[in-house]
């Protein structure tokens, strides 16, 4: 253990260099084109989580046998903490290097180069990619440590951990790869990692299909995410004539496949053009004023639409799928199913915002395209205004929070749409903390009211669970938009910015943005305190069992309920073991599932309760960061005089932060918005504070038997599962139907057409076999026989027999050679 | 002419001396006729005709008397039926030399002078020592007769020595016929004798074993290698030398092939001594077995 | 100018050497095989002189050096063949070569 401090001194030693180095580059060429500095250690950063995974994947079961789930968690967590360590001493190297040269890379190897498409395996931090990096390292050793208490009985306690581990490393690729490759394989790998935590207890059949479900929704996304990778790669393309970058004639033109690369082409200011995988060069070649490349990205048309604009959405739509926004957001409430710990870090605070962290990561091409960041905002505004009304009548404390996560998403997205870049990211920080902050606060909330999910049936847990809900109201302040909380800052910041946003396609649109997402930020200040209120006021009516299960509408809820008996016959052998262990520990907070084991003999419960201590410190935390992160990070200039330093940390990042035009607008006006937005937050707490604290006011139940069916409809999502299932699932059967007809009909017939084809060639072929092939075998033996018997006559022993033999022999040699050549 | 061959030792002597001197009269009276007849300025008329060919037949007729008595013991010619006899050879030789003469001979001559101008006398010689060097070799391949090989084979060194004279190296041409002809040849007669019991056993004399195949190996051979003699770009010199080569071989066996031409007189001595050793061994077993 | 050149020497040597070839090959008579030897030696010679002589050029005499050590090794030969004829004479009886085939064993 001593030699890894020594091992990172030595690799930072020999980074500084290579960092002097790079600067000087930098500095010949200017700040215009950003140049990386080689930081040869980055790849620890995913590595040890990686590491950590394939331990537990490879003795992850044997270790936990012998030396008890506390093995299991001690490689993730070590594995976690390794990792943040690595990114914290990169985070103050970065801080601590000049700003136009914060782009560190660490280049591993080459993995295929084929014509000008060179796909490298390099991590790339700049500004951007250091904050996720450090959301994603922290947030992750955060719910790490939360796990290890909630999911203390779970039997397969390592699988969760590799899994968990493998998630952050995914994870890690998707933010740190220096390229679209590597951004991909993350952006699977996460995806992955969602079906596999989803899908962790999957002798339910519910929570199997809700992972896969959410596998299917984002090959969606992930097929115009390829697709507007493929276009902007054959859009990259061309070559530097006359001044002037002129498109390659494509492949049909060219005389030879195959062919070596064209010679490089370089730009005046000496930033190489063409097709690229890298983020940097890419970056630097739109940058580039002289290349010309962003005003013919801008001008290319493909099929007469504006190439850029299809590069974009297809971009988009693979951040709708990952993201969670409309059309493809259905797969995320959905995802409540996996543990809790799950729903806080992949489904609220890291996976989900990749498309968000994407869409950033290429404001430079987003910012050519004024109709694609209108489809940006303009999704991202329906998308927040949508899930907040689904959110206002759920009664699942999951789904409420599943609702508000797309709804907030859809803030980001109305941010990074109207080119506040920064303060989209800045949201998508804030929401990490706080978000993550509430979906563990319900976890503890669950346990606390033993697997109960249905906000009927808790409430008054603020005297039963102090820390946690004081950290839910933290959370909720944030989210709302209290002043000098988190999510005041980083949400009227978008707010604003989308009022005077000028770089739309009309110009009326960011007023429209900005009064739907308004009432949106009403309705989530409304639904945060009404579950809050619902939560932890009044009276606590929750049974003291289990046995009520029955009445549940929720699905998880009754599927939770199902899978406690699978699991008693689960071809598990660790189910056994949670047996033994649940019968033995008289009161141990684990998941609904195995707690459920020993319900049936045992009827536990009693009055709610506190959760263990490595909960309450992560919720602590993470209710700390959600208050105060914003007045550090974010203080609006407004208020201090100076731009936000988070807005000033992410500049190098964000170059088409300034190419974005905002209306101008006075100081009083933005602190009339400012009010304005407090106004909103405290009307939507005012309101549910009237109509749900201490469940006595009859006004919601009178409200809604007299709304009784748009309630209903509201109740039930919109119908719009119902509605895919209506019309995408229905067609995907019935086209899976047609094929298996014809596959039944057609292609039987036709393979066992060519069965009966192949029967009569193998008749054919044994006839052949038998009289042609053996006779050809059987000749060709007699024919050795007979030269054998012939030949040996040859052997005569004449010294001048043997050289005729030879004289002929050279003869015929000279002849062949020299004569006949 | 009344006097015919008497038998008796002194009447035969002075019959032979008769017909000698019959012969000699007869050539000198041919050769008189015929020469006087070639280099006789007059025009021929009958009558020089009638002359020349009754002293031809006068002159044949007594060659054959003087003939008679040597060659023709058995075959009494003398009176009428050597005069028809003489008449008849007459005839005959008239017709051949009529023939010769006034047909082939015209024709010879023309053609020959015409053949003549391109006929280069070197090219007559190489061709003379090639097809001497040929057929020797065709000879001591094809001969039935052991020693016939041998004689034919001293025709094909001989044949080489000439190529050689012809190619200016007249040192391994004599070389060649000394060494070869005077050593080797002899070497070679020397085993036909010490071998070959002659009229003992015929078939063993000089049988082939397999001679279709073998000419036909040799002819592929043949053609094969004249082929590439004549159709290879030799790079041959612009004029060779015809200067004696004896000094300049004499100097290069002394100087750049010293070491060579130690190890040949080695292998010379070793040749000698192993030659006796084997075959002074293989007598001695012999001897044993024998006796 | 003669029209005989190089190649007509190397066909010379080649017919020599074709026919010394069937005299080694077919001859029953072990002195016959060595009259075959002493021809392929001499079609050798003719090839070594003619090339001295067309190739080599003036005051080079590497090829007629050569034939005279090949003449001096054909001396050589002859005498141990002859004493090789002699022995197989003593030991088989005979110099039918058909009847020496010992190496069929």
Redesign the interface.
């Known amino acids: 253990m001593t030699t890894l401090p020594l091992l990172l001194s030595a690799i930072l030693a020999q980074a500084e260099h290579a960092g002097e180095a790079a600067a000087a580059v930098a500095e010949r060429h200017g700040t215009e084109i950003a140049q990386a500095a080689h930081v040869s250690w980055l790849w620890l950063i995913p590595f040890f989580p990686l590491l950590g995974s394939a331990i537990n994947t490879a003795f992850g079961p044997r270790l936990q046998k012998r030396y008890g789930k506390r093995a299991a968690h001690t490689v993730a967590v070590g594995a976690m903490v390794l990792s943040c360590i690595v990114a914290e001493v990169a985070f103050w190297k970065m801080f601590a290097t000049p700003e136009h040269e914060r782009f560190f890379e660490d280049h591993l190897w080459t993995m295929w180069q084929s014509g000008t498409l060179k796909v490298d395996l390099s991590f790339g931090v700049d500004p951007l990619g250091m904050l996720m990096t450090m959301i994603v390292t922290h947030v992750a050793t955060l719910i790490h440590i939360y796990s290890t208490g909630y999911m203390a009985d779970e039997p397969a306690y390592w699988r969760f951990f590799l899994w968990l581990n493998l998630f952050v490393f995914s994870m890690l690729l998707l933010v740190m790869g220096s390229n679209f490759v590597v951004m991909f394989f993350g952006w699977e790998g996460v995806g992955l990692c969602s079906y596999g935590l989803i899908a962790f207890w999957y002798t339910d059949i519910e929570k199997a299909k809700a992972g896969l479900k959410a596998f299917v929704v984002n090959r969606f996304g992930d097929f115009g995410f390829v697709i507007g990778l493929f276009i902007l790669f054959w859009s990259l393309s061309g070559s530097w004539q006359d001044n002037r970058y002129v498109p390659d004639p494509g492949l049909a033109n060219q005389k030879v496949l195959g062919a070596p690369a064209p010679a490089p082409r370089v730009s005046p200011a000496g930033v190489q053009l063409g097709p690229t995988m890298e983020f940097r060069e890419l970056r630097n070649q739109i940058s580039d004023e002289s290349s010309g490349m962003s005003e013919r990205l801008r001008d290319l048309t493909l099929w007469g639409m504006p190439v850029i604009a299809l590069i974009c959405i297809g971009f988009f739509i693979g951040a709708t799928g990952k993201s969670a926004q409309i059309p493809l957001y259905v797969w995320l409430p959905d995802a409540m199913a996996g543990p809790t710990p799950v729903s806080a870090l992949i489904h609220a605070a890291t996976m989900v915002t990749a498309g968000v962290y994407m869409v950033a990561r290429l404001n430079f091409l987003f910012a050519l395209s004024p109709l694609a960041m209108t489809v940006v905002a303009t999704v991202g505004c329906l998308t927040a205004i949508f899930a907040a009304s689904i959110g206002f009548f759920q009664y699942d404390i999951k789904k409420v929070l599943a609702y508000s996560t797309v709804s907030q998403l859809g803030f980001m997205f109305i941010g990074v749409g109207v080119g506040a870049y920064w303060a989209g990211i800045f949201h998508l920080m804030t929401h990490a903390f706080f978000k993550a902050c509430l979906f563990l606060g319900s976890g503890s909330v669950i346990l606390a009211c033993h697997h109960e999910q249905d906000m009927r049936k808790m409430g008054g847990l603020a005297k039963y669970t102090p820390i946690t809900r004081w950290t839910y109201l933290a959370a909720c302040w944030a989210i709302a938009g209290f002043p000098f909380a988190s999510g005041f800052y980083s949400k009227d910041e978008i707010l604003w910015k989308a009022w005077t946003a000028g770089g739309l396609s009309t110009p009326w649109i960011g007023h429209a943005i900005y009064v739907v997402g308004a009432i949106a930020a009403l309705g989530t200040s409304f639904y945060m305190f009404r579950s809050y209120y619902m939560t932890f006021t009044g009276e606590y009516r929750g049974g003291h069992g289990h046995e009520d299960k029955e009445r549940l509408e929720d699905p998880h809820a009754m599927a939770a309920h199902q899978h406690a008996a699978a699991a008693v016959t689960a071809p598990n052998d660790f189910a056994a073991t949670a047996d033994v262990v649940a019968a033995t520990v008289p009161h141990q907070h684990g998941p609904d599932h195995a707690h459920d084991t020993h319900v049936h003999e045992d009827a536990h419960g009693g009055v709610p309760h506190e959760s263990p201590n490595s909960m309450t410190w992560v919720l602590a935390a993470l209710a700390f960061a959600a208050v105060v992160s914003g007045i550090i990070f974010g203080l609006p200039a407004l208020w201090s005089g100076h731009e936000p330093l988070l807005e000033k940390f992410l500049a190098p990042s964000l170059p088409a932060a300034e190419k974005v035009p905002f209306a101008p607008a006075s100081h009083s006006e933005e602190l009339l918005f400012q009010f304005l937005g407090v106004a909103i937050a405290a009307l939507g707490w005012i309101t549910a504070r009237t109509l749900y604290v201490d469940a006595k006011s009859q006004v919601p139940a009178r409200l809604k038997e007299s709304f009784a069916r748009a309630w209903a409809v509201v109740y039930n999502k919109y119908y719009v599962d119902e509605l895919y299932g209506a019309t995408v699932i229905r067609f995907s059967l019935f086209l899976s139907r047609v094929l298996y007809w014809i596959d039944q009909n057609v292609i039987d017939s036709f393979v066992n057409f060519m069965g009966w084809v192949g029967r009569s060639v193998a008749y054919v072929d044994a006839a052949f076999d038998n009289y042609v092939v053996d006779g050809a075998v059987n000749g060709l033996a007699d024919l050795i026989m007979n030269g054998g018997r012939t030949l040996r006559r040859v052997q005569t022993g004449h010294i001048q027999a043997y050289l005729f033999g030879a004289l002929g022999g050279a003869i015929v040699f000279v002849i062949l050679q020299y004569v006949i050549r | 002419m009344a006097n015919g061959p008497q038998p008796g030792p002194p009447g035969a002597l002075r019959e032979a001396a008769m017909r000698g001197l019959a012969i000699l009269a007869s050539l000198l009276l041919g050769g008189g006729v015929i020469l006087a007849r070639l280099f006789s300025r007059a025009p021929a008329t009958l009558e020089t005709w009638v002359v020349f060919c009754l002293a031809l037949y006068l002159a044949l007729t007594a060659f054959l008397w003087g003939l008679n008595g040597f060659a023709f013991r058995r075959l009494p010619l003398s009176g009428i039926p050597l005069f028809l006899f003489s008449a008849a050879a007459f005839g005959v030789l008239f017709l051949l030399g009529y023939f010769v003469g006034g047909v082939a001979g015209p024709f010879l001559g023309d053609a020959a002078s015409r053949i003549i101008p391109y006929v280069h006398i070197a090219d007559a010689v190489f061709l003379l020592f090639a097809v001497m060097t040929i057929g020797g070799a065709a000879g001591t391949a094809f001969s039935r007769n052991i020693i016939y090989s041998a004689w034919s084979l001293l025709f094909a060194f001989l044949g080489v020595a000439g190529l050689y004279v012809f190619l200016g190296a007249d040192f391994p041409a004599v070389a060649q016929v000394l060494i070869y002809v005077g050593g080797v040849l002899v070497l070679i007669l020397f085993a036909i004798m010490l071998t070959k019991q002659i009229g003992e056993d015929p078939k063993l004399t000089n049988a082939h074993l397999d001679l279709p195949a073998g000419a036909a190996l040799a002819l592929i051979t043949v053609a094969t290698l004249t082929y590439m003699a004549f159709m290879a770009p030799w790079k041959t010199v612009a004029s060779p030398s015809y200067e004696p080569t004896s000094a300049g071989l004499g100097v290069a066996f002394l100087t750049e092939y010293l070491l060579p031409f130690e190890f040949a007189s080695v292998v010379l001595l070793a040749a000698l001594v192993g030659a006796v050793v084997i075959a002074r061994k293989e007598i001695k077993e012999t001897s044993e077995t024998v006796l | 100018m003669?029209?005989?050149?190089?190649?007509?020497?190397?066909?010379?040597?080649?017919?020599?050497?074709?026919?010394?070839?069937?005299?080694?090959?077919?001859?029953?008579?072990?002195?016959?095989?060595?009259?075959?030897v002493?021809?392929i030696l001499?079609a050798a010679?003719?090839n070594f002189?003619?090339f001295?002589?067309?190739?080599?050029?003036?005051?080079r005499?590497t090829g007629?050096?050569f034939?005279?050590?090949v003449?001096?090794?054909?001396?050589?030969?002859?005498?141990?063949?002859?004493?090789?004829?002699?022995?197989i004479?003593?030991?088989f009886r005979?110099?039918?070569?058909?009847e020496t085939?010992?190496?069929?064993?």
Not at chain 3, 101 to 105: G, I, K, V, Y
């Open positions: 003669s029209s005989i050149g190089l190649p007509h020497f190397l066909a010379v040597g080649a017919a020599l050497f074709a026919l010394g070839m069937v005299t080694v090959v077919t001859r029953r008579n072990a002195v016959g095989i060595l009259m075959g002493e021809l001499n010679n003719v002189i003619a001295n002589h067309f190739v080599e050029g003036p005051g005499l007629q050096v034939s005279i050590f003449i001096v090794l054909a001396a050589a030969e002859a005498a141990i063949g002859l004493a090789i004829v002699l022995a004479y003593q030991t005979t110099i039918d070569v058909e085939d010992l190496l069929r064993e």
